[in-house]
């Protein structure tokens, strides 16, 4: 697959605060991925110098072969940007707001405007002002905004930040529905690891201004995962502390925890497990990316977990 973003050895200060420093970061064309790490790490800066809108220090960074230092304009026309501050126009509607931007991107579409409309549940409410929407709405409004001129890339900057529950899960299931009919690239800046789980094909971590590990969650699992632990909800109640050499203890209730060295030993253990009593639920507890991740900042940090 074609890469569609390349950096090696990027650096930047503000003055006599060194922000990133020495980032390698790779991003191929119609993935979603997710910038992930705690806030100040970067994240933000980062994306600002992908866009060209600041000058890095020194490295190579490369959009769609272009140096976003020298070809600021050319990158910012196939790219869509989300910030937490979205933009808009508030004493407009939502669809007046839409419409004055798609007038700015010089979108021909006419029917681009009602399309986005339709695509982010925003059609009953196109006429309101935008500052009387909800929080939820307002994103969405600024994700329609940002597509108005089909860009190849996306990037969004916290973009569930304020989001109940539902809105979250919504937002979230527009990007992923997008990205799949477009194949748009997706850059999506957070610190919130649960939400991007489902639909990040890969991730990178942003760690003290450098990128600490980047992969898909099989290839972060495969290196970061020695020991996999499943909680099973089971009638079995381990006696030696083993079963089938697998170390195993009683969490609570009928709930039993087992360390194995893969997720492949899963099957032996349930099919011994079902010999003899009924398993009610199978659930892995330290492979998901919050897992994951810590660990990738405990071994970038050098601390040793007990």
């Known amino acids: 697959m074609e890469t569609l973003i390349e950096v090696n050895g990027l650096a930047k200060s503000f003055g006599k605060q060194l922000v990133l420093k020495n980032v390698n970061f790779r991003v191929k064309k119609g993935e979603i991925i997710g910038l992930l790490g705690p806030n100040g790490a970067g994240k933000t800066t980062f994306i600002r110098l992908l ?10 960074v490369r959009v769609k ?8 304009d050319e990158i910012r026309k196939i790219s869509g940007i989300v910030t937490e501050s979205a933009g808009l126009y508030h004493q407009l509607s939502g669809k007046e707001n839409l419409e004055f931007f798609a ?7 006419k029917g681009r405007v009602e399309g986005l409309l339709e695509l982010f549940d925003l059609k009953e409410h196109q006429h309101k002002q935008a500052g009387k929407y909800s929080t939820g709405m307002r994103k969405r409004l600024a994700l329609a905004k940002a597509l108005l001129h089909k860009p190849e890339i996306l990037f969004l900057d916290e973009p569930t930040n304020g989001l109940d529950p539902d809105g979250i899960e919504q ?9 799949e009919e477009t194949g748009t690239t997706i850059i999506i800046c957070s610190h919130v690891l649960h939400q991007l789980e489902k639909i990040c094909d890969s991730f990178a971590f942003i760690e003290q201004g450098t990128i600490a590990e980047q992969g898909t969650l099989a290839e972060l699992e495969e290196k970061y995962v020695e020991v996999l632990t499943v909680n099973v909800n089971t009638t079995f109640q381990p006696a030696q502390g083993e079963f089938l050499g697998y170390p195993c203890r009683i969490i609570s209730g009928n709930m039993v925890a087992f360390d194995l060295p893969s997720k492949h030993a899963i099957p032996e253990l349930l099919q011994g497990l079902l010999q003899t009593d009924p398993i009610f639920s199978v659930i892995p507890a330290n492979n998901d990316l919050q897992s994951i991740y810590f660990q990738v900042r405990r071994k970038f940090n050098g601390i040793v977990h007990q």
């Open 171 to 179: 937002v979230l299931s527009y990007l992923k529905k997008y990205n």
């Open 51 to 60: 866009n060209g809108v600041i000058k890095s220090d020194s490295g190579l």
């Open 103 to 109: 007038g700015l991107y010089g979108v021909k579409d």
């Open 65 to 72: 072969g272009l140096d976003p230092a020298q070809n600021g």
